[in-house]
């Protein structure tokens, strides 16, 4: 079973840090990553992956049109079998909390802590195995 993590960020440049990142997994094939450069991508993506393989979503919050904190009810209400986390460059209570409320697993913050990122998804590659 192929497994995908969709990441979905304005920032063009995300991608090709992520593919960094996570080059040996990805050349693999322990996962795949696809990127959305919006939250209505991101919804679309995620409603058109319909079986279990969509392991993770994570989102940045400040995006242009829809942020990250107006999608996030509207893919946990799409597909609430699929964890979210959120990233942001402000990591203040008053963000985690809204994020939290709104149904995401969790923040990270920017820059992001990729040894800790590998964690969340090697326990959602577990799950999912």
């Known amino acids: ?12 440049d995300v ?3 992520f593919r960094q990142q996570f080059r040996r997994d990805l050349k693999s094939g ?6 959305a450069p919006s939250a209505p991508v991101a919804l679309q993506r995620a409603v058109d992956v319909r079986d279990p393989s969509l ?3 994570l989102s ?3 995006m242009p049109g829809m942020s990250g ?17 959120m990233i942001t460059a402000y990591g203040d209570a008053e963000t985690r ?3 939290i409320e709104r149904g995401a697993e969790g923040l990270l ?5 990729f040894a800790q990122l590998r964690q969340e998804i090697d326990t959602r590659l577990g799950q999912a195995a």
Do not use: C, G, H, Q
């Open 15 to 17: 991608e090709d840090l």
């Open 109 to 113: 913050t920017k820059p992001i802590d």
């Open 55 to 57: 392991i993770l979503i």
């Open 60 to 62: 940045d919050i400040n």
């Open 30 to 35: 322990r996962f795949m990553m696809e990127f």
């Open 1 to 12: 079973m192929s497994v995908y993590i969709l990441v979905v960020d304005d920032e063009p």
């Open 97 to 99: 909390r809204k994020a």
């Open 69 to 85: 904190l107006e999608m996030l009810p509207e893919v946990r209400a799409k597909r609430p079998d699929v964890p979210v986390i």
